[in-house]
């Protein structure tokens, strides 16, 4: 197996498991066309959607980009990476994906030889194999608009996004070694825009998410065994004393029943 030690990766003295060469694609032309393929996914997905839920909100529609392009990110990037070896992955000449890795281990070295980095290798082999089918599921719920498949799926992937991140960020920041910029590079656009604003993502999203869920759960009820969202709004009882006669407002505001008795003042 051929190794390296010169490269721009952080720290200097990483030995690679590969024989390394830099990039020749630039960096436009490469991200120009790894975004083609989530771009062409999505565009097929939201015009499924607009075949099964015309009138599907903008919500729906968001939640739809999101899944499909975390299931694609899933499949395309991550799983070539993660199920292969660093060195068959990275050979010569780069693929797409691996020079995409080799860009963003700028940030984060340990993408160089997952493997090597148990926490990193397991959260990854997680989201694959786990995270990867519920978003599948909750795409499938959005798709033929099945509410609770649809919360189903959105509830748990949100959940492990949240927890992978976390796990990610933790590792790092608890790293025995140089501390959490260890397996980054100096410059300010590696830090804070790919290591922490790219991966933040994956915590603020799903937030958004979890948020939806807990509003649209509690909406809901239950008519003939079967779940569905209230078309109304949720009643309210209110009580007022005006001049001694005591007054209940049951129902919505502006449809309730008025009861009124006399009432101690």
């Known amino acids: 197996m051929k190794t390296t030690t010169t490269h721009p990766y952080n720290p200097p003295s990483l ?7 830099a990039p020749t694609v630039p960096l436009t032309t490469l991200l120009g066309t790894i975004a ?8 097929l997905t939201l015009f499924i959607l607009s075949q099964t839920r015309p009138n599907a909100s903008l919500g729906v529609k968001a939640r739809t980009t999101w899944f499909t392009i975390c299931l694609t990110t899933h499949l395309l ?17 780069y693929s797409h994906p691996a020079s995409l890795w080799l860009e963003y281990s700028l940030s984060d070295s340990r993408y160089l030889n997952p493997p090597a980095h148990p926490v990193l290798y397991l959260t990854e082999l997680l989201t694959i194999f786990l995270i990867a089918p ?50 980054c590079r100096d410059e300010a656009w590696y830090r804070w825009f790919y290591f922490v604003c790219m991966n933040a993502v994956w915590g603020v999203v799903p937030l958004i998410w979890l948020t939806w869920a807990w509003r649209t759960v509690k909406g809901l009820e239950v008519e003939n065994g079967v779940l569905r969202r ?27 029943v008025r009861r009124s008795g006399r009432g101690k003042a």
């Open 230 to 256: 209230m078309s109304g709004p949720v009643p309210e009882i209110r009580r007022e004393s005006v001049g001694g006669t005591k007054t209940v407002l049951v129902g919505g505001s502006g449809s309730g």
């Open 36 to 43: 083609a393929v989530p771009i062409i996914t999505t565009s």
């Open 15 to 21: 030995i690679l498991p590969f024989d390394y060469a």
């Open 77 to 93: 990037l991550e799983a070539p990476l993660i199920l292969s070896t660093p060195t068959r992955f990275f050979a010569q000449p």
């Open 134 to 183: 519920f978003d599948l599921l909750a795409l499938i719920g959005t798709l033929s608009n099945s509410l609770p498949t649809e919360l189903a799926g959105t509830v748990v992937t949100s959940g492990m996004y949240l927890f992978s991140v976390s796990l990610y960020f933790l590792d790092a920041v608890l790293n025995e070694g140089g501390g959490v910029w260890e397996y």
